[in-house]
């Protein structure tokens, strides 16, 4: 079956500009989650779903960074005016009724 | 709280020789224990994870980790390496009172380079 996906793949964005993040979690996974990788570090945990109810947002690093899930599917996760210490690989993760979270391929922002 | 430690940033390994990649964790709970693997511009794919019981467990591609709790170890291990191990590998905590609602906890993570 279609594991999770995310578009766009690569986005350079000018600093002080907005971007959106889409992630399509596998069909019927209930929890979805936000990670962010810098280069050379581990993924940082951000924000989590339950269905569309954000339950934890303590991972978002500032109020310029949002995310929503509106019909409890399709994720979107939002960067307002975007500073150069933004870019990294924004990752998105399901889970089922397994502890194990499945990846997408990873959405890599340059802020420019 | 949790955190994760990889010793290694990165591990030099001749084909077919053995390899053990280091993961130690600090937490004030009980965690449950994962180790992923990330190949160049891809996600993330799981290896194995440790819930419960036998502290050695068996993963895809051959690779196996045992869990320590004294040491608070989950070290990775594969008796004989290909050229296709080569990529970057996170070990990861959850804590188990969350009940799965909890985001992972990466470690930096280690590049295995396998040379001919």
């Known amino acids: 079956g279609a594991g999770v996906s995310q578009s766009p793949r690569y986005k350079v964005a000018k600093r002080g500009q907005d971007v959106a993040l889409r992630c399509d979690p596998i069909?019927?996974?209930?929890?979805l989650f936000w990670y962010q990788q810098a280069l050379g570090q581990g993924p940082e945990f951000l924000t989590y779903f339950q269905n569309e109810a954000q339950l934890d947002k303590s991972g978002l690093p500032s109020d310029r960074f949002f995310a929503e899930r509106p019909e409890g599917s399709v994720s979107t996760l939002k960067i307002q005016r975007t500073q150069q210490e933004d870019s990294a690989v924004y990752l998105c993760a399901s889970r089922g009724n397994s502890y194990e979270q499945y990846f997408g391929p990873g959405t890599r922002l340059t802020v420019t | 709280a949790q955190s994760v430690t990889q010793l290694d940033s990165q591990v030099p390994v001749f084909e077919e020789a053995p390899v053990e990649l280091r993961c130690n964790y600090s937490?004030?709970?009980?965690?449950?224990l994962f180790w992923y693997v990330q190949y160049p511009n891809q996600g993330l794919q799981l290896l194995l994870k440790?819930?419960?019981?036998?502290?050695l467990v068996k993963g895809i591609n051959g690779f196996e980790a045992e869990f320590n709790k004294s040491q608070t170890s989950f070290h990775l291990r594969k008796p004989s390496v290909h050229i296709s191990d080569t990529a970057e590998y996170f070990c990861a905590v959850m804590g188990v009172q969350g009940g799965g609602a909890d985001g992972l906890t990466f470690g930096k993570g280690t590049h295995l380079i396998i040379q001919p």
């Open positions: 440790y819930l419960s019981g036998s502290t």
């Open positions: 069909s019927g996974h209930v929890s």
């Open positions: 937490s004030s709970v009980s965690v449950y």
